[in-house]
C-alpha cells in the first residue's frame, strides 16, 4: 500500500468513513434480524421491507470501501459484531420505531463527517458525500412514511396490523420503483 493516500485523502478521514462502514454494517445485520423476526410473525410486506433495506445499507458499506480503494486509503472490515443481533422484538410498531431512529443517527453521523471534510478542504469527499445527503433524506421519509401508516391504521392488533404490514410491503415497491428510475 502506497503512503499516498494522505495526499489524497487525511487520514482523520479515512478513519471516519471506516467508522462510517462499520455503522452500515451493522444498520445492514440489525435490518436483517428485523426482517426475519417479521417473516417469522407473518408480517410479510414488513419482512419485504426490511430485506431490501438491509441489503441497501450493506451497498452503501461497499460504496465507501470502493471509495476508500480507489484512493488507496486502509480500509476496515468489520468481521465480527458486538454479540449477535437481538433475535426478538417488543412489536412491530417497536422495530418501525427504531429504524427511523436508526436511520436519524446515521444521518447525524454523515453530517459528522460532512462538517469535517469541510473544515479541512477534503472537497473531493465532500463531493463523494453528496449521494450520502441525498440518501439520508430518502431513507428518513420512508421511515417517517412507515410510522405514520401505525398512526392512521391504529396499532392495536387485528385488521390494523395487516392493513399496516400491506402498506409497508407498497411502500417499499413503490422506493424500489423511484430507484430503478434513478439508475436508469
Ligand atoms: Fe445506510
Ligand atoms: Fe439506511
Request: hydrophobic letters at 40%; one cysteine or more; proline letters at 2%.
Amino acid at each position: 500500500m502506497s503512503k499516498d493516500h494522505f495526499l489524497r485523502i487525511p487520514k482523520e478521514v479515512t478513519d471516519m468513513l471506516n467508522q462510517q462502514i462499520a455503522q452500515e454494517n451493522l444498520s445492514s445485520f440489525t435490518y436483517l434480524s428485523q426482517a426475519v423476526w417479521c417473516e417469522r410473525k407473518g408480517f410479510q410486506g414488513a419482512a419485504k421491507f426490511l430485506y431490501h433495506q438491509s441489503e441497501d445499507e450493506r451497498k452503501h458499506m461497499l460504496r465507501i470501501i470502493y471509495y476508500l480503494n480507489e484512493l488507496e486509503a486502509p480500509v476496515a472490515i468489520p468481521t465480527q459484531q458486538k454479540g449477535a443481533a437481538a433475535t426478538s422484538y417488543p412489536s412491530l410498531h417497536h422495530i418501525f420505531t427504531s429504524v427511523l431512529q436508526n436511520e436519524t443517527k446515521v444521518t447525524a453521523s454523515i453530517h459528522t463527517i460532512v462538517d469535517y471534510v469541510l473544515q479541512v478542504k477534503d472537497y473531493r469527499t465532500f463531493s463523494f458525500l453528496q449521494w450520502f445527503l441525498e440518501e439520508q433524506r430518502e431513507e428518513e421519509r420512508v421511515a417517517q412514511r412507515a410510522i405514520e401508516l401505525f398512526d392512521i391504521m391504529g396499532n392495536d392488533g387485528g385488521v390494523g396490523l395487516y392493513e399496516i404490514d400491506k402498506a409497508l410491503g407498497k411502500l417499499i415497491e413503490e422506493d424500489e420503483e423511484k430507484e430503478n428510475a434513478m439508475e436508469e
